[in-house]
């Protein structure tokens, strides 16, 4: 129940972020940055027809299409979001919001950013308001384009359309509105923390993994992994650690084994001990 709870404030926050983004940002700058909500600001601009009641309509059609010719079992959340994220938007059309900049960038910057940290959160809650996903997934089962190709597709077509129906600049400044849209979800669902990762490769693996514990504290994971030329095996250690402490790794890894190869990366929304829990230690030999 409460992680029911939980989704639900995740749907109905990002649904908010999506709307609100959408309609102080997006809607008055012409930004039609792909997926329903960019064709409605092209048939708003064309024909007139209020944004929020063509989401409403087309996001409820999209997932009745969609449950005839995919069979998906779209849940109540599905349902929920496509109804109230439009519903949201016929709020901010029927208060006359206007607009909270009229600088495109400006509007492109913190509209792509908005519906990004709203997509995100409805992501989290484990659910989604329907629209171009969609017919992505249809384009997908009849055609065998991998997913990511038709989004990518249905999402320029719109894009290119706007720049048709606005202006060539309208659209470049719709394609920045969804880069920073895709890379906001992605902060949204990994995190923002800036844990890295540490792959070692050393003769003095064990000496390394001794002083990671004793002068880090922290752990280590050792990898079986065979080199490509040699075809000899060498364990690899992985080593989890905070950004504040990459330098200390760097520092004891070359104290010990000057030779050693050291491959640092990114780690997302690492959970566990020592990170999003108390560590615990135990007796090692």
């Avoid at 792909?34 to 092209?42: A, K, Q, T």
């Avoid at 030329?229 to 504040?244: C, D, F, G, H, T």
């Amino acid at each position: 129940m409460k992680q029911i709870v939980k989704d639900y404030i995740y749907l109905l926050t990002g649904s908010v972020f999506v709307a609100s983004a959408f309609s102080l940002f997006l809607l008055p700058n012409n930004l039609a940055s792909g997926g329903v909500s960019g064709i409605s600001i092209i048939t708003y601009e064309l024909f007139n027809i209020s944004p929020g009641a063509f989401q409403l309509v087309s996001n409820v059609l999209l997932l009745l299409v969609g449950w005839m010719i995919l069979g998906l079992g779209f849940g109540v959340k599905s349902l929920v979001g496509s109804i109230f994220l439009p519903g949201v938007i016929l709020f901010y059309e029927a208060i006359d919001a206007g607009a909270a900049v009229n600088d495109t960038l400006l509007a492109a910057i913190f509209g792509g950013a908005g519906v990004g940290i709203g997509l995100g959160l409805i992501f989290r809650g484990r659910a989604s308001t329907g629209g171009m996903d969609l017919l992505a997934q249809i384009l997908h089962k009849f055609t065998h384009i991998p997913l990511y190709l038709c989004i990518a597709i249905l999402d320029g077509a719109v894009v290119l359309v706007a720049a048709v129906t606005f202006s060539f600049t309208t659209g470049l400044y719709a394609l920045i509105a969804l880069f920073i849209t895709i890379k906001m979800i992605d902060f949204v669902q990994l995190g923002f923390t800036q844990d890295k990762m540490a792959y070692v490769i050393s003769e003095q693996r064990d000496v390394i993994t001794r002083a990671v514990f004793d002068e880090l504290d922290r752990g280590a994971t050792e990898i079986q992994a065979i080199g490509a030329y040699s075809r000899l095996e060498r364990p690899m250690l992985l080593v989890v650690v905070r950004q504040n402490e990459v330098s200390r790794l760097k520092e004891i890894i070359r104290r010990i084994d000057p030779d050693a190869f050291l491959i640092f990366s990114e780690a997302h929304e690492v959970m566990g001990q020592g990170f999003t829990s108390d560590k615990r230690y135990i007796n090692v030999p």
